[in-house]
């Protein structure tokens, strides 16, 4: 069975299911790592990624965010960034499978208002939901503005970048 595209899971609809515990088969969640980068230091910047409309936003598509803004940082600016990912996908998305192909619509037509199998996860964002958060310093802040942008293009939601710098005290 292939992927389904990120149009049909892009709103939210309905209840979200949670909890793992009542529910068997359900895939793990694709982020492999929610904090990259240099853990130690602090850094003076700090750009955001947020949404700006509702909708829901798959694992694969925040682990693809995630994959190409560490892709642009390692190459501009190694060992000298934060990437931390914001949001845990809770949300199980569960889909009736049904048959593809010649011939399908004949056997299709049953079971319309099935409860499904789970498919994977993802985060429910709601609007100014931030995503991705990367630290820096001040000298590679259009580098991570260039992260940003290319790991935007990775969601299925519009999104908006905010940059918060550290006033000294």
Known sequence: MTRKPARMYRKIEGQIYTRHEYMGGI?????????????????P??????????????????????????????????????????????????????????GA???????????????????RAQIGSDLLTIYTTLAHIEDAKEALRKASHKLPVPTRLSIVTATAS
Do not use: W
């Open 27 to 43: 895939p793990v969640c694709r982020v492999t790592q929610f904090d990259t980068g240099n853990l130690k230091e602090t850094f």
């Open 105 to 123: 619509d004949r056997i299709s037509d049953g079971m319309r208002r099935a409860f499904g199998k789970p498919v994977g996860h993802a985060v």
């Open 45 to 102: 910047v700090s750009l955001t990624l947020g949404t700006e409309e509702a909708g829901q936003v798959r694992d694969i598509a925040l682990e693809a965010a995630r994959v190409s803004a560490v892709r642009v940082l390692e190459k501009a600016a190694p060992n000298q960034y934060h990437l931390k990912v914001r949001r845990y996908p809770h949300a199980i998305l569960r889909e009736h499978k049904m048959a593809m192909g010649a």
